[in-house]
C-alpha cells in the first residue's frame, strides 16, 4: 500500500545551481564554467516553474555565491516543510582523462554500484573541502555512515522516478547520448528529506559539448527539459500520494 501524506495544494520546487563563488566546479573549453552553466540553467528553470499553478519554486542561490554543500539540501527541506517538493541539483560532468565521453545521466542517492558512478560522486563531494566548518577527511567518510540512516531511503524510489523522467525530457534535444539513472554517495543529496536528484547536463570535458554547454540555447532547452519532467513527476504524484510531505502517521 502506498504512504499515505497530508493533501497540500501547493507544491515546492528547490532548484540548486550546483558550485559557485569560490568554487568554480569543472572547467571546460574556452574559460567555461561549470558555476556559470549551471546557474544560467537553474535561474531559466525558476522562471519556466513560477509561471505554473500552485508551484512555490526557490533557488539555493540567484548569483554567484558559495554555498556549503551540505548546507543546500538542510536549506531545500526547511524550504519545503510538511508540503509535497522536490530537489533538483544542477551540475556539469568532467573526465579530462576520457576528453571523449559525452552526454547526460542524472543520480539519486544511494550507494555507488561503478566506478564511474563513485568517481563522480568523489568530484561532486569535493567542495565539502572548502567549506569553513570543514574539520578533516573523516567528514567524508561520515558519508557511508549517513546512508545507514534509513530516513535517508525514505524517497529513494521517486529519486529514482523523477531522474528517469528528465533523462527521457532531456533526450529529446541533447546532442549527446543518454548515460542513464545513476545512483550515488552525493553530499549535496542527504539532508533534502524529499525526492532529490543531481543532473549531470553534460560534459564539460568534451571540446564540442563544452561548447555547446556554454550556449543560451542550451540553457533553455535543459530548463524546458528539467521543468517538464518535474510537472509529469507531480501529475504521476498528485498532493497526498508520495513527493515528500510527511507521514499521517508520525
Do not use: C
Not at 66 to 95: C, M, Y
Not at 112 to 132: F, G, K, L, Q, Y
Not at 159 to 188: M, N, T
Amino acid at each position: 500500500m502506498a504512504p499515505v501524506f497530508p493533501v497540500h495544494d501547493v507544491r515546492v520546487v528547490i532548484i540548486d545551481p550546483g558550485h559557485g563563488g569560490a568554487d568554480p566546479g569543472a572547467l571546460g573549453p574556452d574559460g567555461i564554467r561549470e558555476k556559470d552553466v549551471a546557474l544560467q540553467i537553474g535561474l531559466r528553470l525558476a522562471e519556466e516553474l513560477r509561471g505554473q499553478p500552485d508551484l512555490e519554486v526557490h533557488l539555493i542561490r540567484d548569483d554567484d555565491s558559495f554555498v556549503d554543500v551540505w548546507e543546500r539540501g538542510q536549506i531545500a527541506t526547511d524550504l519545503k516543510g510538511e508540503r509535497p517538493g522536490v530537489f533538483v541539483s544542477i551540475h556539469a560532468n568532467s573526465f579530462p582523462a576520457r576528453s571523449a565521453a559525452r552526454g547526460f545521466e542524472t543520480y539519486f542517492l544511494s550507494d555507488a554500484r561503478t566506478e564511474h558512478e563513485r568517481r563522480v560522486s568523489a568530484i561532486e563531494n569535493a567542495p565539502i573541502t572548502m567549506s569553513p566548518d570543514f574539520a578533516d577527511s573523516d567528514q567524508l567518510a561520515d558519508l557511508d555512515f549517513i546512508l545507514r540512516d534509513l530516513k535517508n531511503y525514505e524517497h529513494a524510489h521517486w529519486s529514482a522516478d523523477l531522474a528517469g523522467l528528465i533523462q527521457d525530457e532531456l533526450e529529446d534535444f541533447h546532442p549527446g547520448p543518454d548515460r542513464g539513472v545513476k545512483q550515488g554517495v552525493l553530499a549535496v543529496l542527504t539532508n533534502a528529506l524529499m525526492p532529490s536528484v543531481l543532473v549531470e547536463v553534460g560534459y564539460l570535458s568534451n571540446p564540442n559539448e563544452g561548447r555547446v554547454l556554454a550556449e543560451t540555447s542550451f540553457h533553455e532547452a535543459s530548463a524546458e527539459a528539467i521543468g517538464d519532467a518535474v510537472l509529469t513527476f507531480f501529475e504521476r504524484y498528485p498532493p497526498g500520494t508520495a513527493t515528500g510531505g510527511a507521514r499521517e502517521d508520525r
